[in-house]
């Protein structure tokens, strides 16, 4: 296969959650594939787009959106396609994670996670799908779901996030086939145990567990995410789509 089957080149990406963590990372190594990057995030991230577009000569901006609001999205997508006069390619990755019993968790705590972490993917995934059918375009999308959508992750009590993720991997499938007749491709990846400011302040005792029940003995580096998500964005996977791709250091395998 020709290697620029994996160029990004002349494409606009959008990356929600991308101020930082995997979302950072990934918009890095999404431009260095020559893309052009939209850091859609709750928190500004002019210096995160600034810093993108300095070290791999693209142009980056960053728009303040809470993907749980679905009049803010579609108002951030149209800012988004007419600052950089198109879109093509979405990361839709913004998303939280709250350690908290079931028996323990109040409707707001739960009514919270799903709504950023499944409503938000769809609200993100709608406004941009609606923008590329008005413009006559198609696209590609990835979800970031979880290796959480699979299996149930131990000591800690995550059912809203794990719950929510497997609502992602679920919905990429149907929005896969949906879409299919427009030419938009969405598919997912599933990370297991990633070093990010979101696991960052595990407790001790059980970073030490996760890392025990890793068959590769570590958890990843976001850097590892990258290739796939370049994959399943490019044209390197036409003929990919209601795929979830599980990027966990064998975790779920055994
Ligand atoms: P981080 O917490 O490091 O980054 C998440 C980003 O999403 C933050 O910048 C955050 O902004 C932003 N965000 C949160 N809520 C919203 C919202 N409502 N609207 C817009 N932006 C929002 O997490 P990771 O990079 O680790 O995680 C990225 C994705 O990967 C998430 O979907 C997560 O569930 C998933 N994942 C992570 C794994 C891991 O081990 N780290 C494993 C498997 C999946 P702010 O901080 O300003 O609120």
């Known amino acids: 296969m020709e290697s620029d089957r994996f160029s990004l080149d002349g494409k606009v990406t959008i990356v929600t959650g991308g101020r930082q963590g995997i979302g950072k990372v990934v918009a890095h190594a999404l431009a260095s594939q020559g893309s052009d990057v939209v850091i859609i995030d709750m928190a ?41 006069g198109t879109l093509d390619l ?38 941009f799908a609606r923008y590329l059918v008005a413009n006559g375009k198609q696209g590609n999308i990835v979800n970031t779901a979880s290796m959480s959508a699979t299996i149930v992750n131990i000591p800690q009590g995550q059912a809203s996030y794990n719950s929510s993720k497997a609502g992602v991997a679920h919905l ?51 850097e590892e995410l990258a290739g796939a998500v370049i994959y399943l964005l490019s044209d390197a996977s036409t003929y990919t789509s209601g795929a979830d791709l599980i990027i966990d250091g064998c975790f779920t395998v055994v």
């Open 44 to 84: 500004d991230a002019t210096e995160v787009a600034a810093e993108i577009a300095e070290q791999h000569k693209v142009r980056a901006i960053a728009l303040v959106c809470d993907v749980t609001d679905p009049e803010q999205v579609a108002r951030t997508i149209e800012e988004a396609a007419s600052r950089l």
């Open 90 to 127: 979405l990361f839709n990755n913004a998303g939280i994670c709250l350690h908290k019993p079931a028996l323990e968790c109040t409707p707001t705590d739960f009514t919270r996670v799903v709504d950023v972490n499944l409503n938000g993917i769809f609200f993100v995934a709608q406004a």
């Open 172 to 222: 990429t499938k149907s929005l896969a086939v949906e879409w299919a007749p427009l030419g938009i491709r969405v598919n997912s990846i599933s990370p297991g145990y990633i070093n990010t400011e979101m696991t960052g302040n595990v407790r001790e005792d059980w970073r030490q567990i996760w890392t025990d029940m890793i068959p590769f003995k570590r958890m990843g580096a976001p």
